[in-house]
């Protein structure tokens, strides 16, 4: 694939693309501004475009939700509407390939450190554009 990977849809997906962004994407534009100038400026996001260079095109509405302290962080609504993203979305199969996948609870975090033993190098990954790609 060039750009991207497939998404993994259910085969008849039907998906309906949202004409409007959620109030808070309105309420609070000075955030959307700078989320869509600092993926623009890191290739995250592309556009704007005049017609949409793809046929089939799903466009989630962006919204914005509460970050602690103060602030607020710019989201894509893949969850919205009767035909989203989500809806169509397999919830255990990615292109027929079933999967299980469990996210490890705290307990097993402290097994592992615990096994490594003092001087043990933990890091922490930041999610906060990871999901930007889709």
């Not at 497939?6 to 997906?13: E, K, R």
């Not at 309105?26 to 993926?39: A, G, L, N, P």
């Not at 046929?55 to 607020?72: E, I, L």
């Amino acid at each position: 694939v060039e750009y991207g990977f497939p998404l993994g849809l259910w085969s008849d997906a039907f998906l309906e693309p949202s004409t409007r962004n959620h109030s808070s994407a309105y309420s609070f534009h000075t955030y959307v501004d700078k989320f869509v100038e600092t993926e623009l400026s890191k290739l995250g996001v592309t556009g704007p475009f005049i017609s949409s260079p793809w046929d089939n095109v799903m466009v989630s509405p962006m919204m914005t939700s509460h970050k602690k302290p103060n602030g607020r962080r710019t989201v894509f609504d893949a969850s919205f509407g009767l035909y989203s993203l989500n809806k169509n979305t397999p919830e255990k199969a990615y292109h027929d390939m079933e999967y299980e996948f469990h996210f490890p609870k705290i307990d097993n975090l402290a097994d592992i450190i615990a096994a490594l033993g003092p001087n043990c190098f933990l890091w922490k990954r930041d999610l906060s554009r990871f999901f930007s790609a889709y």
